[in-house]
T-cell receptor
Framework: DAGVIQSPRHEVTEMGQEVTLRCKPI?????LFWYRQTMMRGLELLIY????????DSGMPEDRFSAKMPNASFSTLKIQPSEPRDSAVYFC?????????????FGEGSWLTVV | AQTVTQSQPEMSVQEAETVTLSCTYD???????LFWYKQPPSRQMILVIR??????QNATENRFSVNFQKAAKSFSLKISDSQLGDAAMYFC?????????????FGQGTRLTINP
């Protein structure tokens, strides 16, 4: 079975540009999470969806960040305009809520560098 | 809010030896899940082992086992017969079973080095 698929794997962009990160969760999973990892802050949850509905977006840093999940098989995280402090690894993860084990599976991450 | 603490920023062990990574957590919930994830230099997050809080038996996955002490809110990871491929960052994580609060809360991580 395919795991969580993220794109792009690496992106280098200039400050002020729009960045869109994409995620395809594992088929059949109904919860989707966006995490950000930096040296200073570690792994922090940005937002999570359950059945395509945002449940907790308290981790979204500011209005420059937005996330959507138009259907069960696709989600985007957008940064506009991007800033150097947004440089990080962004992980998408998914799980099937209610299944015994309740494990969250991660994609390989999108490495973002804003110069 | 739940918190997870890993008090060992770095650990090292000789190849083939055993090492234990510590994790404590704080919660008022009685049912929850605990996880250990491994992050090698590739940065991929790989599930190592999970534990359901309602289960008294400690989880085991091959060379990996946990010591789950619910009353003490402690969840340590033991790696037996350490191998060079075990070198990575290890993250302890907590997950609530409450609807709407099922995010993973991570500790700060422990960097494990394996000495040949």
């Amino acid at each position: 079975d395919a795991g969580v698929i993220q794109s792009p794997r690496h992106e280098v962009t200039e400050m002020g540009q729009e960045v869109t990160l994409r995620c395809k969760p594992i088929s059949g999973h109904n919860s989707l999470f966006w995490y950000r990892q930096t040296m200073m802050r570690g792994l922090e949850l940005l937002i999570y969806f359950n059945n395509n509905v945002p449940i907790d977006d308290s981790g979204m840093p500011e209005d420059r960040f937005s996330a959507k999940m138009p259907n069960a098989s696709f989600s985007t995280l957008k940064i506009q305009p991007s800033e150097p402090r947004d440089s990080a690894v962004y992980f998408c993860a998914s799980s099937m809520t209610g299944v015994i084990g309740n494990t969250i599976y991660f994609g390989e991450g999108s490495w973002l560098t804003v110069v | 809010a739940q918190t997870v603490t890993q008090s060992q920023p770095e650990m090292s062990v000789q190849e083939a030896e055993t090492v234990t990574l510590s994790c404590t957590y704080d919660t008022s919930e009685s049912d929850y899940y605990l996880f250990w994830y491994k992050q090698p230099p590739s940065r991929q997050m790989i599930l190592v082992i999970r534990q359901e809080a309602y289960k008294q038996q400690n989880a085991t996955e091959n060379r990996f086992s946990v010591n789950f002490q619910k009353a003490a809110k402690s969840f340590s990871l033991k790696i037996s017969d350490s191998q060079l491929g075990d070198a990575a960052m290890y993250f302890c994580a907590y997950r609530s079973v409450i609807q709407g609060a099922q995010k993973l809360v991570f500790g700060q991580g422990t960097r494990l080095t394996i000495n040949p």
